[in-house]
């Protein structure tokens, strides 16, 4: 089946400019995660769904960023007033429980 | 906070030398997991060690999880061009949350 999908592929923004980036789980996947990776860096940590659980927020690095999961599918990222800092590839991942993650191909997100 | 240290973070190695990468956690993991990175692409999932010692091999790539569940290792034997990219571990901690270490970027020379 289809795997993880992400909207845009690539988003070039102005600074101060919000940003919403989409992430399409992999159907019947109980668990969505957000990641941010910087260019040659490590993947960290913004945002957590499992099921219906609150979700673990622990991760991300402000209040201009939040992120909601609608019916336990689709989810979307936003980020307000976006700085030069935020410019990098945020992933997407899903899995089913506490197993393999599947991850999408990424947003690179460029922020001018 | 729960962390998960990754050493070495480059390497660079001839064609047929071996690699290791090491991982360790300040807290005892449930499980541990593996994920390759090709450059430009996403992390894609290797394997997941779950029991105490446990060793798992997959082709020229052997998989260890410490005794103690803090600590792992993924040796290659023989690298090839192909195996050129980053390695994570990812650590299952406390909430079902995974902390992914920092990550080993091999390069390959042919």
């Known amino acids: 089946g289809a795997g993880v999908s992400q909207s845009p592929s690539n988003k070039v923004t102005e600074k101060g400019k919000d940003v919403e980036l989409r992430c399409d789980p992999i159907?019947?996947?109980?668990?969505l995660y957000w990641y941010r990776q910087s260019l040659g860096q490590g993947l960290e940590f913004l945002i957590y769904?499992?099921?219906?659980?609150?979700?673990?927020k622990s991760g991300l690095p402000s209040d201009r960023f939040s992120a909601e999961r609608t019916g336990g599918s689709v989810s979307t990222l936003t980020i307000q007033r976006t700085q030069q800092e935020d410019s990098a590839v945020y992933l997407c991942?899903?899995?089913?429980?506490?197993?393999?993650?599947?991850f999408g191909p990424g947003t690179r997100l460029t922020v001018l | 906070g729960q962390q998960v240290m990754q050493i070495p973070q480059y390497q660079h190695v001839q064609e047929g030398e071996d690699f290791t990468t090491y991982c360790n956690s300040s807290?005892?993991?449930?499980?541990i997991q593996w994920y390759k990175q090709r450059p430009g692409g996403h992390p894609v999932f290797l394997i997941q060690?779950?029991?105490?010692?446990e060793v798992k091999k997959q082709k020229r790539l052997t998989f260890q999880f410490g005794e103690a569940k803090k600590n792992s290792s993924l040796h290659i034997t023989a690298t090839q061009t192909t195996d050129v990219g980053t390695y994570f571990c990812?650590?299952?901690?406390?909430?079902?949350?995974?902390?992914f270490g920092q990550g080993t970027e091999l390069s390959v020379k042919p």
């Open positions: 060690l779950v029991k105490s010692g």
């Open positions: 990812a650590g299952l901690g406390g909430g079902g949350k995974l902390i």
């Open positions: 991942a899903s899995s089913l429980g506490l197993v393999e993650q599947f």
């Open positions: 769904f499992q099921g219906n659980s609150a979700p673990d």
């Open positions: 807290t005892t993991l449930s499980n």
């Open positions: 159907s019947g996947h109980t668990a």
